[in-house]
């Protein structure tokens, strides 16, 4: 291969890409503001959310409360409740979301309690709607007035039997957390960056490849070039490295963009996880991090922009491409967003997946934990599947039927 | 110099199985001399011309082309050939100057000699005031202008030319035939492929006819109306298409 005309088209290529405002936009433009709005935006607008519905009262109704005056009149007198008039189709107001709970008491609930009634006996139901965020903060205090009301119905009874309240409490438990904050920002939200990340790499390469190889054969330009003295490897050579720096820059500007972005977090201290009173995010970044991170990433955007290539060129048109692209685009995401979800944790089997291998050990690296084997060895298989890409996207190069498609 | 022998192309179509789009094409192009493959479309002209400029494989037969092999030696071939073609687009997003410097590049020219010889041949075509424009603002005829620059960067021995007029206005149509021409005042041996009967009555020093990738015939334009007892070449066509059909 001539090295000189890799570089020629190299050259050219990246020339003329900088040129192409689609690839400025997901090259330079997505990767630096995606990560300040993504944790910014989204920050803001969840507490804003989940404060919202803190604050909203819950409608709440009460079935039977002539049999607990004492309970209906605490949850009448709640703060963020609002109780409305009982009605028979209360199952049907929850799941419309008009209702957020109703509680129903068992016939004489308060005159049974000061009986001797054998335990179990009583039983006060909630309904609620299982995973509406403000269905769940209704039954939260509901739950809080009845326990409280049952701590007093206990101390109650147990006054009458000259006993102490401490008999009850033979001993504590505390829960301490022992895990650094850096790690625990990063179990919460350490996945995101990496897929991110993973996936902006991915977008990054994409106009370009398209641009470069079914863009190039729509402009009948395919022809100028494949009549020039440079070989089609030469020309693939320097195709690819063109996408692969786009690919790159992309990533390295989205990991810059994500370290400026963190440098200015601390100032968002108000923005505290409801009721935790833990910061939402607070993830250790160190130099080191970043740049074993980008290491992993490496293979990763060389196996992108092969494979980008090779399906691009397929195309006969920019858009026949995209076409063939988009639903590489959901391969690309469903690993990735494996690897956000709580609970996989990297093994040996793990480590040859591609692309969830890179998405589990760059979360696993923000956190501050490395553990070399599984880099090492997730950096090799990425590096065996980019060269499998790259072969194929050569071999594709040379395929007379894909370039002159018709 | 272009000898053709055997040159053959089979495509394998799903659907319509085997295409011998080029079959047993041999022939011989002079220095200094125009050869006109003149053919209906879909007759086999492109892919001929591809074959030579080794765009294209052949899968049986060779050529030669300024001295070498299209099989063995594809890209001294084409660091040999100037190929124009309609389908020769310029890329868009960069300018008259960057793209036939490009081309130069890749051609083996550099720093000083790659300077003096694209403004020499802008200063030839008159691309100088828009040299620094991008191509994709360019009209059709500038466009032809950088085109024909861009094939002669590296002042190659041969010329393709693929139905190079097609599509074009008049004015820029003439610019590329007395481009044609000069090309073979200076001793370049050129090929060119067309379907239009009067363009190559006027061109060309010799015809070779090509239908259904066969060559019917060829020879000057004198020996074909001797050979066919008809003085019009469109005639002449007609009955070897027919004949072959």
């Not at chain 2, 020499?120 to 032809?144: H, I, N, P, W, Y």
Request: proline fraction near 4%; hydrophobic fraction near 45%; aromatic fraction near 6%.
């Amino acid at each position: 291969m001539n090295l000189r005309h890799v570089g020629v088209v190299y050259r050219k290529e990246l020339r003329d890409q900088l040129r192409d405002r689609r690839t400025l936009i997901s090259m330079i433009v997505v990767p630096i503001l995606l990560m300040p709005v993504l944790m910014f935006g989204l920050t803001a607008l969840m507490v804003k959310l989940l404060q919202r519905a803190q604050r909203e009262a819950a409608t709440v109704m009460l079935l039977g409360a002539e049999h607990a005056p004492t309970v209906a009149e605490r949850i009448r007198a709640a703060e963020g409740i609002k109780v409305v008039p009982p009605a028979d189709d209360y199952a049907r107001q929850i799941e419309a979301k008009t209702l957020r709970a109703a509680v129903e008491f068992p016939p004489g609930f308060e005159r049974r309690l000061a009986g001797d009634e054998p335990p179990g006996a009583l039983r006060v139901k909630i309904y609620h709607y299982e995973g509406e965020i403000r269905s769940l903060f209704a039954i939260r205090s509901l739950r809080e007035i009845l326990r409280d009301y049952r701590d007093q119905v206990v101390e109650q009874r147990l006054a009458a039997r000259r006993l102490s309240r401490d008999l009850l409490d033979p001993f504590e438990t505390q829960e301490k957390n022992v895990a650094s904050p850096e790690k625990v920002g990063g179990e919460r939200l350490g996945g995101l960056i990496p897929y991110m990340i993973i996936i902006l790499c991915l977008t990054g390469a994409m106009y370009p490849a398209i641009d470069l190889t079914a863009g190039e054969k729509e402009r009948g330009t395919i022809e100028t070039i494949l009549a020039s003295p440079v070989s089609r490897g030469a020309l693939a050579m320097g195709k690819f490295l063109t996408v692969f720096t786009a690919s790159l820059a992309t990533a390295l500007l989205s990991l810059g963009s994500l370290a400026v972005t963190l440098m200015f977090m601390p100032a968002m201290g108000e923005l505290r996880s409801a009721g935790s009173g833990t910061p939402l995010f607070q993830i250790a970044l160190s130099a080191k991090g970043l740049a074993v991170v980008v290491g992993m990433v490496m293979p990763l955007a060389v196996m992108f922009s092969a494979a980008l290539l090779a399906i691009a060129l397929l195309a006969k048109s920019f858009k026949e491409a995209q076409s063939y692209i988009s639903p590489l685009m959901i391969v690309v995401i469903m690993p990735a967003v494996v690897a956000i979800l709580p609970g996989i944790e990297l093994d040996a089997k793990l480590a040859l997946v591609p692309i969830l291998n890179v998405s589990l050990v760059s979360k696993q690296i923000l956190t501050g934990n490395y553990q070399w084997n599984y880099i090492g060895l997730i950096f090799l298989s990425s590096c065996v599947y980019a060269a499998l890409a790259l072969g194929v996207a050569a071999a594709v190069f040379r395929r007379e039927s894909v370039l002159f498609r018709s | 110099m272009i000898e053709a022998q055997n040159l053959t192309k089979i495509f394998r179509d799903k659907k319509r199985g085997e295409i011998r789009a080029v079959d047993k094409v041999s022939f011989r192009c002079q220095p200094g001399q125009i050869y006109g493959l003149l053919g209906a479309n879909g007759a086999g002209k492109t892919t001929c011309l591809r074959l030579l400029a080794t765009i294209l494989q052949p899968t049986d037969g060779t050529a030669r082309v300024a001295g070498f092999d299209i099989n063995d030696q594809p890209e001294k071939v084409r660091a040999s050939v100037g190929f124009l073609s309609t389908a020769t687009a310029l890329y868009g997003r960069l300018t008259a100057r960057e793209t036939v410097e490009y081309f130069g590049r890749l051609n083996g020219l550099n720093g000083g000699a790659l300077k003096k010889r694209v403004d020499e041949l802008f200063a030839l075509f008159d691309v100088g005031e828009f040299s620094d424009r991008r191509c994709d603002k360019l009209s059709t005829g500038m466009k032809q202008k950088v085109s024909i620059a861009r094939t002669l960067v590296h002042d190659p021995p041969v010329m393709i030319f693929d139905e190079p007029t097609v599509g074009l206005d008049v004015m820029t149509a003439r610019t590329i035939v007395s481009f044609i021409r000069d090309c073979r005042a200076r001793g370049k041996t050129v090929i060119f492929s067309t379907h239009v009967m009067s363009e190559a009555e006027k061109l060309c020093d010799t015809i070779g006819i090509i239908h259904d990738g066969k060559l019917l015939t060829e020879g000057t334009l004198a020996e074909l109306r001797a050979r066919h007892s008809m003085h019009d070449l469109e005639d002449i066509f007609v009955k070897l298409v027919e004949a072959g059909a």
